[in-house]
Each structure stands twice: as structure tokens, then as C-alpha cells.
């Protein structure tokens, strides 16, 4: 694409790129409020932890694993209970 097709792309192109983006920045910031919980050991940080771990299954391989090790963590400490 040479830079003159870049004026030349849709109104369709543009927000489907906006909101790709934005659907980018809302799950970076729940990783992000879910490692700060987790890490200031709040009691409910699971609510917010476990949606982010079942999204990290689908980021493959690195988030795969850390989410397969919260899962297992958060299932195993909560039959303890």
C-alpha cells in the first residue's frame, strides 16, 4: 500500500480499525487492573482476575500457560475453602 492509498480508505476501514483498537485498550486495562489487584492481595480481585485468565486462553502460548496456572491456583485454593 503506497502512502497515497492511504487517504483513499473507507469510512468502514477506519472504524473497524477504531474499534479493534479500542476493544484492545478495554481488555489491556482489565489485564492491567487484574494484575494490580492481584498483586495488592484484595479479596474479591477474583471477579476481575478470572475473566481476564479465560481471555488470556486465547492468547497462545505465553498467556495460555499463566492462564491454565490462575485457573488451576483459583479452583484448587477455592475447594479448600
Not at 49 to 74: D, E, M, N
Request: glycine share 6%.
Amino acid at each position: 500500500m503506497t502512502q497515497q492509498d492511504w487517504h483513499q480508505l473507507s469510512v468502514e476501514e477506519t472504524l473497524a480499525g477504531s474499534a479493534v483498537a479500542a476493544i484492545g485498550m478495554v481488555i489491556g486495562l482489565l489485564y492491567l487492573v487484574a494484575g494490580f489487584w492481584l498483586m495488592a492481595n484484595l479479596p474479591k480481585s477474583w471477579w476481575v482476575c478470572l475473566p481476564a485468565a479465560v481471555l488470556s486462553l486465547f492468547t497462545f502460548p505465553v498467556g495460555t500457560l499463566i492462564a491454565i496456572y490462575y485457573l488451576w491456583y483459583y479452583f484448587k485454593h477455592e475447594q479448600v475453602r
